[in-house]
Nanobody, 123 residues
Framework: QVQLVESGGGLVQAGDSLRLSCAAS????????VSWFRQAPGKERDFVSG????????YYADSVNGRFTISRDNAKNTVYLQMNSLKVEDTAIYYC????????????????WGQGTQVTVSS
């Protein structure tokens, strides 16, 4: 069983930055693909960004490409999401998720999910 704990959310103004963290409880963390999803009130949970255990280029949703950066520190069992130039429409609960497969990162079919962290961007 893998436990994921998100942190770093908060209330910011449009144009500000935040860095989210996703800490995993497993020593085998380097073998997991990890992604961030977000869910706004009344909307479906959408893919934001993902990074495979294989390495290589990370993936981003078009809506955040160029503003968000995902990275991982396997020594700390942590994945980060640096969010710059935040917009009001980025307001959502952000979840990290982990799985062993390195395919279809954008689909919400992950083995493990965190509890989420709220990000609120005001105008």
């Amino acid at each position: 069983q893998v436990q994921l704990v998100e942190s770093g959310g908060g209330l910011v103004q449009a144009g500000d930055s935040l860095r989210l963290s996703c800490a995993a409880s497993t020593r085998t963390f380097p073998g997991y693909t990890v992604s961030w999803f977000r869910q706004a009130p009344g909307k479906e949970r959408d893919f934001v960004s993902g990074i495979s255990w294989r390495g290589g280029d990370p993936y981003y949703a078009d809506s955040v490409n160029g503003r968000f950066t995902i990275s991982r520190d396997n020594a700390k069992n942590t994945v980060y999401l640096q969010m710059n130039s935040l917009k009001v429409e980025d307001t959502a609960i952000y979840y990290c998720a982990a799985k062993l497969s390195a395919s279809n990162l954008h689909l919400p079919k992950y083995d493990y999910w965190g509890q989420g962290t709220q990000v609120t961007v005001s105008s």
